[in-house]
């Protein structure tokens, strides 16, 4: 077999092995090194790259800011940062139709920026959301889908563990990563917000809802004070500014953002009184779960790229492109389409790892911004969050709510309209890059 059979065969025992249940990472890690090992007929450099893989992942500066910002992201959870935006979200616009649904979006957006994790958006929101759209009479359906649909946010608004992957197989700038996350995930917040709008008026059995729910609402957001509010929203902006700020004010790198970030979660948690030493073992505990995961699959995705530069496949696929002469657009279309079908079926960490690589001599020949390009990708792959049969924001909804009554397909059903939305945003961002790149 020459190295292109090999590569290709590579990449769909990849896939057949992960659809089959094998963890991601031993698919990635395997193939790839058994690949090498047959193109070159040597273990020794099979065992050589592997060695590099390993070695580059762990020294990999940026690769720093994953455990920190994981970590700020389970404080800023502990700390109820969470419940707080969604009771002021509330009290902007619980009067209007479907507002509780909006006010989650608003929520999610804005605890988006303070835990970078979608995955963390969809536990936190499914406790916090769920239970009180339901109890105003909002559908099972609707209020699941809202949760699913908004949770998106968290892998788009930077901070992103996502954007931070994609910057290390790239070879981008965080924060330039971070910068052109922003205006994406404010048109992305609005465009969900507008549908929900167009839903509650248009199909309301969809929705359901209390009409006058000012006339039966007597929580706590309900009526909510000037300082009430202040108390509440300031420990996030705290922490927006000191993140975010702090990068885009060049007072600090991404690195140590997300270590200034920790930091001052860590201190919120502790005023609010919501943090004891267990608790912060636990948070430190999966810290490092998250950390190793993430880790391992780095190492298995960089030793896959590996394989593919050794079969040469990378230069064979951008040849190929080039001599079928597609347009942009038809490239663009090809990428979302394979984008969407992966996510139905693998996380958007593994898609990332697994296609860019390919996808990086064919850029360089049509001279594609890896900035922009690195949006199109985080978008199209979380569309595979809310798509099954893997969905994975849809089973976390499912296993934190632990209601049997709200089965998977309410879930799926529920994110099935935001899904299509976020497919017309990606639209609208791939017709205008300038969306993505006006603020770098």
Known sequence: ?????????????IVALIYAGLYIPVALGLVSFIGVWIIRDNVDIAVSLLSLSVADTVSHYVFATIPLFALMGLLVSKAGLGKDVYDVANFFFYKIRGGLGIATVAANAV????????????????????????????????????????????????????????????????????????????????????????????????????QNIEDSASEEWANLSIKNIFDKLFPVVFL????????????????EAGAAGALAALIVALIKRALTFRDFWEVLEETGHISATI????????????MLGVAALPTQF??????????FIEIMAFYVILMILMGTIIDTASIILIVVPLFLTVLDTFGIDLVWFGIITVVGAEIGLLTPPLGIS???????????????????????????????????????????????
Not at 295 to 306: E, V
Request: hydrophobic share 60%; with cysteine; net charge negative.
């Open 1 to 13: 077999m020459s190295g292109v059979e090999v590569g290709i065969a590579s990449i769909i025992l």
């Open 318 to 327: 951008g040849e190929w492109l080039v001599a079928m002469e597609f347009s």
């Open 394 to 440: 849809c089973f976390v909804i499912k296993s934190t709510l632990n209601d049997s009554s709200v089965t998977l397909y309410d879930i799926f059903s529920g994110a099935f309209p935001f899904a299509v939305m976020m497919l017309v945003v990606l639209i609208l961002l791939i017709a205008y890059p300038v969306l993505s790149l006006a603020l770098i």
């Open 240 to 255: 927006v500014l000191v993140v975010l700020g702090g990068i885009y004010g060049g007072v600090v790198t991404p690195v």
């Open 295 to 306: 880790m391992f699959l780095i190492i298995s995705a960089s030793m896959y790229s590996r």
């Open 111 to 210: 605890f988006a920026s303070i835990s970078g994790s979608s995955i963390a958006s969809a536990s936190v929101f499914t406790k916090v959301a769920v239970p009180e759209m339901l109890r105003f009479g909002f559908t099972p359906r609707f209020s699941v889908g809202v949760v699913a649909g908004s949770s998106v946010l968290g892998m788009l608004i930077p901070p992103s563990a996502m954007l931070i992957i994609y910057s290390i197989v790239a070879e981008q700038s965080v924060g330039q990563m971070f910068l052109a996350g922003i205006i994406p995930g404010i048109i992305l917040s609005f465009a969900y917000a507008l549908l929900i709008l167009v839903m509650a008026y248009a199909k309301p059995d969809f929705v359901g809802g209390v």
